[in-house]
């Protein structure tokens, strides 16, 4: 217990407010010492292999296949027959039988799912449990419910599934990922190969364990693991019909430069340098939640992270001041901790990403601030950090930091706010802080962004098309939006 101060007449007080330490038990996974990749149902020996490790301590987890062009034509070949030998063909009331099952079994093992994901990934474990598990289950449910309703969701457009799939995706939202890619793929009676990053391989080879129980016939979905010379192999190979690719502008780039003219499908969804836009009539402590949220969530490792905070100039030294004193107050350290909010940096090459920046900030002459915290010896660690007085010109306004960091610019009028708002490349996400609605209104018709929240942030539902403008990509994933990728209508 910590020291009680007495104070005169009042009521003893505690001195210190600190949490004791509540770590969720790791006993739960059970991890093998090596992994292969999951192909055809069964387990494929891998030719070579490397180590994934935990963030937060550095400690090696496991053995991960690094999968050769060999290893991807195997898995292509497999889904290919999954597709033709019966799975395309499964009436769609038949199909969603399969979601249902993986859904409910991803919520029987949740615990499991989200300790494994911080363990290997770094987030806090209260994310992975009450957002990444909840939410991938949820998806799962969502396109079950379509799978046997594609005629009436396309109308007379005769919808058909494409083929086999090809899913690349990050290590942000491991599990998450792969629910946005697999779910509406097999609704549609598509078959998959899905590589997951390199740095967290863990939960989708987790979940190839869920894909027995729930009896998925072999093939539907193949997992191959491995860097991004797999994920090359995987969008050069023939065989695929549909590339899914979650992941940098870059390799976005790369991948869209590929594929021209091969006729494959493609939907990209990159990065973002989201507008998190704050005006004089908002709630002001709200919105610091929501800035908080909208930066700190996940380490800043999201690609629609309210990054850029807009503040009106008449609240902003009030907002400012509010939001180092709610700084003062996150707790950064072991993300099984389940008082823990922000955790460790995926890896180290992203720690560097992020120092980088941040060096870059101070040079160009950005006000920094760093909340008092007590960082772990080991692993990869970043404090949540604000700068002030930074300039549309800064690389920190600029570019795609993906990690605890938030730069603050200021603005006077609405048309002030869209005009800098929009001065981005990207267009993935924004948020609007106002009590106004009529104001929300005509901010998310000028604000070039897939989503607009409006005195929220990050809020996802598999409901609601998510996706972006320029170049944070194409093609919109949840929601009705979400099957028109998995579906063909030529004939
Ligand atoms: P990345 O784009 O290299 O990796 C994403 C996925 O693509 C991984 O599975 C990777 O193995 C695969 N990949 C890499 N090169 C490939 C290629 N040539 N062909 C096919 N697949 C390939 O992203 P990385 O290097 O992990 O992070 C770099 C930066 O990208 C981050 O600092 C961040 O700014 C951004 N990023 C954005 C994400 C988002 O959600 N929009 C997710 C991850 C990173
Ligand atoms: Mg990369």
Redesign the pocket.
Known sequence: MTDIEQKRDRAPVPKDWAYAPAPESRDIVRLRERYGHFVGGEWLEPTETYETISPATEEQLALIGQGTEQDVDRAVTAAREAFANGWSGLPGSERAKYLFRIARILQERSREFAVLESLNGGKPIKESRDVDLPLAAAHFFYYAGWADKLEYAFPNRRPKPVGVAGQ??????PLL?LAWKIAPAIACGNTVVL?????TPLTALLFCDVLRQAELPPGVVNIVT??????????DHEGVDKIA????????K??QR?LAGTGKKLTL????KAANIVFDDSALDQAVEGIVNGIYFNQG????AGSRLFAQESIYEPLVEKLKRRLETLRVGDPLDKNTDVGAI??Q??LE??QELVEAGKEEGAEIYQPHCRLPEKGYWFVPTVFTNVAQSYRIAQ?????PVLSVLTFRTPEEAVEKANNTPYG?SAGVWTEKGSRILWMAQQLRAGVVWANTFNRFDPTSPFGGYKE??FGREGGLHGLEPYLRFDE
Not at 168 to 173: A, D, G
Not at 245 to 252: A, K, L, N, P, R
Not at 301 to 304: A, D, I, L
Not at 399 to 403: A, D, L, N, Q, S
């Open positions: 690349i995706i990050p290590w942000n939202f990922m590589k997951p990053a390199e740095t491995g860097d991004g010379r797999t994920g090359a192999a995987i969008v690719f979650t992941g940098s502008t870059e390799v976005g790369a991948i590929r969804e990159l990065g973002g490792h999201v690609c629609c995926n890896s090459f992203q990403k992020i570019e795609e930091i993906f990690g993935l944070s990509g």
